[in-house]
């Protein structure tokens, strides 16, 4: 079963808003990740946060954790059209590397 | 130039047969793993490799089988026993089968069956 689940929203931003995605899971983890994938093509890796770390940046990319809420957040600073992609985050499971993908959260940069 | 290919990009097959997705992988990773994406439903776990000659189930494993004889190959087949296969599949592959690790994705195959 799958752990991680986003927020189902679509985001629709002009470029140069910042745009946030939540993700919550149900039971403990040892990291969470987040991917990116632009449409019909294979994901990227963009961030992993450890469950003892509350905060990570990357760029323009600022994640979240709050294990006490089981819930992650991502945020993208002043975003691109380049950026108009499906975000997914994604939990171990059982201790090894088997991942729980979420759902996706799709976001459309305008231009 | 390393990384993890995918092939053929676009599969059509007919109701019945079965079908072998190629997935290799030239980054000397460990782990190797298979997922189904539909539409509205994210990754979906089929099978996934922590080391060579040794595999297990994921999630949705029912109508699908693979095998890892190679370091580098993981070809998944998918059988006239799965009863949705039309879908889009995607491989990935990690430097470890243990938590902590990022993966790599193929370009995904999508299969239609008819």
């Known amino acids: 079963s799958q752990q991680g689940e986003e927020d189902p929203q679509a985001l629709s931003i002009q470029e140069g808003e910042n745009a946030t995605m939540n993700c919550s899971y149900k039971?403990?983890?040892?990291?969470l990740q987040w991917y990116r994938q632009n449409s019909g093509r294979g994901l990227v890796h963009l961030i992993l946060?450890?469950?003892?770390?509350r905060e990570k940046h990357s760029g323009r990319l600022r994640v979240t954790l709050d294990t006490s809420k089981k819930s992650s957040s991502l945020l993208i600073t002043a975003s691109r059209a380049a950026d108009t992609a499906s975000y997914f985050c994604?939990?171990?499971?059982?201790?090894?590397?088997?991942?729980?993908f979420g759902k996706g959260n799709q976001v459309v940069v305008i231009p | 130039d390393g990384g993890i290919t995918q092939s053929p990009k676009y599969l059509f097959r007919k109701e019945g047969q079965n079908v072998t997705l190629s997935c290799e992988q030239n980054?000397?990773?460990?782990?190797m793993y298979w997922y189904r994406q539909d539409p509205g439903q994210g990754l979906r776990l089929i099978y996934y490799?922590?080391?060579?000659?040794?595999?297990q189930k994921g999630d949705i494993a029912e109508g699908y089988s693979v095998s890892r004889e190679k370091k580098e190959s993981f070809p998944l087949t998918v059988t006239s026993a799965q009863k949705n296969p039309t879908a889009f599949y995607l491989c990935?592959?990690?430097?470890?089968?243990?938590?902590?690790?990022?993966?790599?994705f193929g370009p995904g195959t999508r299969l239609t069956v008819t």
């Open positions: 990935a592959s990690s430097t470890s089968g243990m938590a902590g690790y990022e993966q790599y």
């Open positions: 039971t403990s983890i040892n990291n």
């Open positions: 946060i450890r469950s003892n770390e």
């Open positions: 994604a939990t171990d499971q059982y201790g090894n590397n088997r991942l729980a």
């Open positions: 980054l000397n990773h460990d782990a």
């Open positions: 490799s922590q080391i060579v000659n040794d595999f």
